[in-house]
């Protein structure tokens, strides 16, 4: 057998249905994998729903057990209840999307991977997508960032776990899945990332009991982090893969609540903070402190100088840092979209200012407070490390993937700063390839409305925004859609409303072509030949020399004609609806649909003559029910506005004027 999924339950209620439908959906054929649902004493009916789920499917288990509070337990029998060469563990109330199995288990086996971990998507909570830019087949948690996800939910080889004694804690405790893939990541000699493909979704549950969702109880849950410490200690030599090992925990489990210490009861914030900095003073090296990115490095400080009060201060400020961007540029080019910006952070509404002095680079005591040293806000170091990246997110399943980004970073002088040097602001301009064919980690374009953000790393502060509601006057409002070998065919580029930011439709998700794509309608003819009339409507629509014609619909109205047509590529940036027709003398408004999306107006009239040529023209607007005056007097105020806009013709009017002045 090739995989057992193992699912720890407790009371789940109706959230276990998308969990189980998922589980008994996968691709693997059902002799080539099992799941084993260890009840853990549920008191809800859930012992009776899964052994009814067993009877119905010969690949599903079900152990019960005695409650034991926590998951570490159910787990760990799960693991000696397997039969399959890997486990996967999946939570009760998650879900594996339909090919995670059979994808996992195949790139696993490719790369002799003692681990597997499949990229994870949430419409909840935080996901580590640094980790699943790319999709490797062999690396290891010295040469990629797999620290930065310890949640449970991978592939392991069940002989590795069983061979290094790897096995969960039990009872209640926090971090339990952390300690189990630390020890995991330090033994292992293979790991394998899959990161063009969604395997694992995180869902949010109505009641807001989803695990680890529970406030923490301090004392505890530092004594269990300590824990993590010492198997990061005991795995590693002192240095800097060590002390990278280390930042982690002391950046992500504690700088990080510190970070939001303003929203804490009083009491709660006392605990978390006495906790905290007693970790922070006895059980890190200086060099963990000194490599943390500059904003971060400026929080460390603080806490080692137990300065609690600025601390509060300094988690207001940071959430006045924020990233902006401005949309310089979008076009299509060789069947892919082509986006430039400029970006950069903000402080309170205005450009972050950075002060430079003595050939380094510090960041402004108006933003960190005045308390910590010029030591602690030191950025020099973290120019070279400034990112900015821009990613596509579907607007339903939050699923996100980055695109293919460069960027270069410039600074600009701004005036003295006060306490000596000058202060400079830093400006990121990139340029990203939005891909049809390959925007999905190399695969092309799902369906569904992909939003385009930015994320913007720039001394520790790592933000976010959409793009485009700031655009330079040279982009247009409106950008043509596109056609593409890939199914579904149809891109539609587009500014939201209202806010105007930068979205893609791919196969006319919520927008139809017809209705984007601008109608060249001086251009569209129609040619009788006998009964039959011929017509052919350009359309500004981007295709690719490879891109076949697609089948579309031309509707004439009245009548409720449907005929069949192609959308048929003429040049890089034209295709042209092409259809024939045999209707009666008349004339005839046309719309097109083209695909699954809606039918729209093309803004023309269809004239067929019984004995003389058809013809083709655009639409009359209607007649406007205003008096003939006032449209008169609409008109001279439209020629005075434009009088007042051409210098040549404001000339020419005064002169008029003034030789009707003297002819009186």
Known sequence: MKVSVVVPVYNPGSYLDGCVESLVGQSLDPSEYEAVFVDDGSTDGTGERLDAIAAAHDNVRVVHIPNSGWPGKPRNVGIDEARGEYVQFVDQDDALTPEALERLYDLGTRGDADIVIGKVI?????????????????????????????????????????????????????LEDQLFVVRAYLAAESVAILGDYVCYFYNERDDGKNAGSTRIDPPGYFANLAEILDVVEAGTEPGEFRDRLLRRFYKGEMLWRIGRIRGYSEEFRHSTYTEVRKLATTRFPRAVHDGLPASIRVRSQLVLDDRLDELMELASTYGDVRATGTLTGVRWSDGALLVSFTAGMTFRGEPLRLVRRDGRVYLDPAVTGSAVSAEARDATDDLAQVRADLLVRERDTHVEFFVPTTFRTRTYAGGPAPEGGEYVTLEVGGEATIDPRTA???????????????????????????????????????I?????????????????????????????????????????????????????????????????????????????????????????????????????????????????????????????????????????????????????????????????????????????????????????
């Open 122 to 174: 949430s419409n909840f909570r935080g996901v580590p997508h640094m980790v699943f830019r790319e999709t490797r087949e062999r690396c290891t948690l010295r040469d990629a960032p797999l620290i930065d996800s310890l949640t449970p939910h991978k592939m392991f080889r069940r002989s590795f776990l069983d061979a290094n004694g790897i096995r969960y804690p039990e009872g209640k405790r926090r």
């Open 440 to 478: 999905l980690g190399g695969h092309p374009f799902d369906r569904g409305v992909w939003d385009v953000h930015m994320r913007l790393d720039i001394a520790g502060w790592v933000r976010g925004s959409r793009i485009g509601a700031n655009r330079a006057r040279t982009v247009r409002d409106r």
């Open 480 to 664: 043509p859609p596109a056609l593409t070998v890939d199914r579904p065919n149809v891109v539609i580029p587009y500014f939201t409303k209202p806010y105007g930011n930068l979205s893609v439709d791919v196969g006319q998700r919520i927008k139809s072509l017809v209705a984007i794509a601008a109608v060249v309608r001086q251009r569209a003819r129609a040619r009788r030949d006998g009964a039959r009339t011929r017509v052919e409507i350009p359309l500004h629509v981007h295709t690719t020399s490879d891109v076949p014609p697609v089948p579309c619909e031309l509707r004439l109205s009245p009548g409720g004609w449907t005929v069949p047509a192609n959308l048929v590529r003429e040049s890089d940036n034209e295709t042209v609806i092409d259809a024939t027709v045999r209707p009666d003398p008349g004339r005839y408004e046309l719309a097109a649909r083209v695909g699954g999306g809606e039918p729209a107006g093309l803004g023309l009239v269809l004239t067929v003559r019984r004995h003389r040529p058809a013809y083709i023209r655009p639409a009359m607007s209607p007649r406007s029910s205003t008096p003939p005056s006032e449209r008169l007097q609409e008109l001279k105020a439209r020629a005075r506005r434009a009088a007042r806009r051409i210098p040549a013709l404001r000339k020419a009017v005064r002169a008029v004027r003034r030789w009707r002045a003297a002819r009186r």
